[in-house]
């Protein structure tokens, strides 16, 4: 069995590592800004006359 000071000096390492919270972190340290450049397909605009070609269709390909 333990004795008395080693379970005091384990309980003094433990509030040592433990015994308090660690610092806060400030907001603006935990964001993270960047700029970023739109991509091409936000910019196009959608076009019902050409957007049949981008699907498949099994009936289109059989030529029915």
């Known amino acids: 069995m333990e004795t008395e000071s080693s379970l005091d000096t384990a309980a003094a390492a433990r509030h040592a590592r433990f015994g308090k919270l660690p610092e806060r ?7 993270e800004e960047k700029v ?7 910019i196009a605009s959608y076009n019902p ?6 699907f498949s269709c099994l009936a289109l390909d ?3």
């Open 25 to 31: 972190i400030q907001f603006d340290e935990m964001v």
């Open 36 to 42: 970023v450049e739109p991509n091409a397909s936000a």
């Open 49 to 54: 006359e050409g957007s049949w070609n981008h």
């Open 62 to 64: 059989l030529g029915l």
